[in-house]
């Protein structure tokens, strides 16, 4: 059974420019959900797909975006990048819309500069 | 809105020492309760949840009992090993359906075990 992955693991940029997060979620998951951790506390929620829809949005302005594919992996962007981005973006997929019992890849290290 | 705090870390103990970690929570309605650890260099895994008051949740040694009356959900484990070091979360979900999996989490504890 293959894990959550995500890539790029780390990346830099600079703030204005545009970002995109990829995330495969797990075989047989259908929905997938993104967090954004910054140094030293929990995840934030930043949005769901759930059937290639958003279904759930956390506080989080409209630059951020996302998509997910037939095949149930998304993608994360963030559009005029702040040196506030700079987190950790941690996909996690889930058998259901609703559960609560996510699994979590690794994340990817955004660095704003 | 939702709201989880936990206690701050970093705690560190001696192996088969007692581990108890505070998390009180502020939701709405009924919440589902989860804790989540992070091993080092590994991404966040589901350790236990509880779905309703009184319910106790158990995995690896590690329980947490849902109490409604006092808005807790304390992890407790009763002899810890080194390999249990780590930065575990406590978290919430709505069970609202429309909430998604939307997840309220607290800031995080680092546990260290030292042999």
């Known amino acids: 059974e293959t894990g959550v992955t995500q890539s790029p693991t780390h990346l830099i940029k600079t703030r204005g420019q545009q970002v995109t997060l990829r995330c495969s979620s797990q075989s047989g998951h259908n929905t997938v959900s993104w967090y954004q951790q910054a140094l030293g506390q929990g995840p934030q929620f930043i949005f769901q797909?759930?059937?290639?829809?958003?279904?759930g949005r956390g506080n989080f302005p409209p630059r951020f975006s996302g998509l997910q594919f037939p095949n149930y992996s998304s993608e994360l962007n963030v559009n005029a990048l702040e040196l506030d981005d700079s987190a950790l973006y941690l996909c996690?997929?889930?058998?259901?819309?609703?559960?609560?019992?996510?699994?979590f890849g690794e994340g990817s290290r955004l660095t704003v500069l | 809105g939702n709201s989880v705090t936990q206690m701050e870390g970093p705690v560190t103990l001696s192996e088969e020492a007692f581990l108890t970690i505070n998390c009180t929570y502020t939701a709405t309605g009924y919440p589902s309760l989860f804790w989540y650890v992070q091993y080092p260099g590994e991404g966040l895994q589901l350790l236990l949840k509880a779905t309703k008051a009184d319910d106790k949740g158990s995995n690896k040694g590690f329980e947490a009992t849902y109490r409604k009356e006092t808005t807790s959900f304390h992890l407790e484990k009763g002899s810890v090993q080194v390999s249990d070091s780590a930065v575990y979360f406590c978290a919430l979900s709505s069970g609202i359906k429309a909430a998604g999996n939307k997840l309220t989490f607290g800031g995080g504890t680092r546990v260290l075990v030292k042999p």
């Open positions: 996690a997929s889930s058998l259901g819309e609703n559960t609560g019992e996510l699994f």
């Open positions: 797909y759930y059937r290639e829809e958003e279904n």
